[in-house]
């Protein structure tokens, strides 16, 4: 392997992972971040609130530590989103909900990609990021990787309630979420210890400065540039200084919203949808295209005097995870917020009020879109993914009015409709006006073959019809994996400097 100048733009979930690894393999790694530095680590993450995990409010539209975005959900039904901006990215400010895809997630990525994208070629990769507190070092888990790993909730009375009526409703108990096993009920892995938030500019610091990464925050990538269709360098401004910087090679990690957009913007995408004043590189349609996330609902509900513990150091600490077929024709996940919302969302810790159960729609066959101007969900796009919504509906009503339930449930915000057994136009209204969206988007610059015209990339990450360029975020997948994104990010970064490695 001849070392290289590599230029990675983004260091967020994906980014830092591979700066740090191909750092280790002997390249010169280039780390570039529009957001600013050291917001993610030591006393820069208290001042901002970021230290502790069970808070999401520093990741909020329009804040000081995020880009925030428009966004229709569906046609007519405009939304706000925000993304991490900073060291860190949205592992930083998120709620460290760190499941790793399920086996099945990667067999259907594998279908697309080839084997290398299998569930045993990627099993290395996810027993290296990870230092399981829990489980050890075993032959599915890890014990010396950057990360921390644990669980929380084992002795809180509202999330084993909950876990006791999910399994009472028909949920397979799964002790180990990130163990390869059968979808059911059981505690989420976090990539927290106690409250304290272990995101990759944290976990993954020792290994950048081990391997001498060069990392610049506040520069914002303008543009790949080519000398034909062999990629040079990108153009960057720094502080109202717009310079060039050269590279053997440059990998976009900068997430499914920017990088599809940056590949735009250098001339790499569908010809007819780029600006005027952009030069054609390659001709790649399913640039933007394929935005694949996970729809979302929220059921409040109240909780009785005295159930809810304000030491509880996780905000959500457990999930049913039910596999399709189970109960719709699309997976679903119930995911439990075991904290106030209000709480969560303000990062006052004293907060009270109502808790979230979350409807999720974990494999949705509707896409979207993502160009400059506007992401586009596309939610609800496909019947089936609505008939699912409803389905899954029903069962969160069903276990919050279980009998396990009842003794930590004062009232819930349960739809009338849900009770109903024909009442699809009330629920497709409701839904329609509840929706909201889970942040894990994924599928913009996805992986295929050259001659798939909705593929971006090869399995390396390697872009089409350019040289020297290659993606690696969760822009690569062909659909967004079944449980959360955070893990799937990191295990990105590592796949792909592990694949570079074998070339």
Not at 95 to 119: K, L, N, T
Not at 198 to 208: F, P
Not at 282 to 295: T, W
Request: proline residues 6%; negative net charge; hydrophobic residues 45%.
């Amino acid at each position: 392997m001849t070392p290289r100048r590599i230029v990675v733009v983004g260091a967020g979930g994906s980014g830092i992972p591979l700066a740090a690894r191909l750092a280790q393999h002997g390249h010169e790694v280039v780390l570039l971040e529009a957001g600013p530095a050291g917001a993610a680590s030591g006393d820069a993450a208290a001042a901002h609130g970021l230290e502790h995990a069970w808070t999401v409010s520093e990741g909020l539209p329009d804040g000081a530590l995020t880009w925030t975005y428009d966004a229709e959900l569906f046609a007519g039904r405009p939304w706000r989103i925000a993304r991490g901006r900073l060291l860190g990215g949205s592992t930083s400010v998120n709620g460290a909900y760190f499941q790793r895809p399920h086996p099945d997630d990667f067999a259907g990525w594998a279908a697309v990609a080839g084997a290398e994208w299998s569930y045993d070629a990627c099993l290395p990769a996810l027993r290296r990021l990870e230092n399981d507190r829990d489980f050890g070092d075993d032959t599915v888990h890890g014990a010396e990787g950057p990360v921390p790993v644990a669980r929380a909730g084992a002795s809180d009375r509202v999330t084993q309630t909950f876990l006791a009526a999910a399994v009472e409703a028909g949920a397979l108990p799964e002790p180990d979420k990130n163990g390869g096993g059968p979808s059911g009920a059981g505690l989420l892995p976090r990539n927290a210890v106690g409250p304290a938030r272990w995101g990759v500019a944290r976990a993954y610091a020792g290994l950048l400065a081990a391997g001498s990464v060069e990392t610049h925050a506040g520069v914002v990538v303008e543009r790949i540039v080519f000398r034909g269709d062999a990629t040079i360098g990108v153009d960057v401004t720094r502080a109202g200084e717009t310079s060039f910087l050269a590279a053997d090679e440059v990998i976009l990690s900068a997430g499914a919203i920017e990088t599809p957009r940056l590949l735009q913007r250098s001339g790499i995408g569908d010809a007819s949808a780029l600006s005027a004043d952009t030069k054609l590189v390659a001709e790649r349609p399913g640039v933007g295209r394929g935005l694949s996330d996970h729809a979302a609902l929220d059921i409040a509900w109240e909780p009785r005097p005295g159930v809810v513990s304000p030491e509880l150091d996780a905000a959500w600490t457990a999930a049913w995870n039910v596999p399709a077929g189970q109960v719709a024709d699309a997976a679903i996940e119930l995911l439990l917020a075991a904290k106030p919302t209000a709480a969560i969302l303000s990062g006052r810790a004293a907060a009270v009020g109502p808790l979230d159960l979350r409807i999720t729609l974990a494999t949705p066959r509707s896409r979207g879109t993502v160009t400059a101007g506007m992401i586009r969900y596309g939610y609800l796009g496909r019947p089936e993914d609505l008939a699912a919504l409803r389905a899954a509906t029903r069962l969160a009503a069903a276990v919050l009015r279980s009998g396990p339930m009842r003794q930590v449930v004062a009232s819930a915000a349960v739809p009338a409709w849900a009770d109903a057994p024909a009442s699809e136009e009330a629920a497709e209204d409701w839904i329609r006006g509840a929706l909201g969206t889970a942040l894990h988007s994924c599928g913009t610059a996805r992986m295929g073959d050259a001659d798939d015209p909705d593929a971006v990339t090869d399995a390396h990450g390697r872009v089409h019809g350019a040289t020297g360029l290659r993606v690696a975020d969760a822009s690569l997948l062909p659909a967004v994996p079944s449980r959360g994104t955070a893990l799937t990010a990191v295990l990105v970064g590592e796949r792909i400097a592990e694949l570079i490695a074998s070339e």
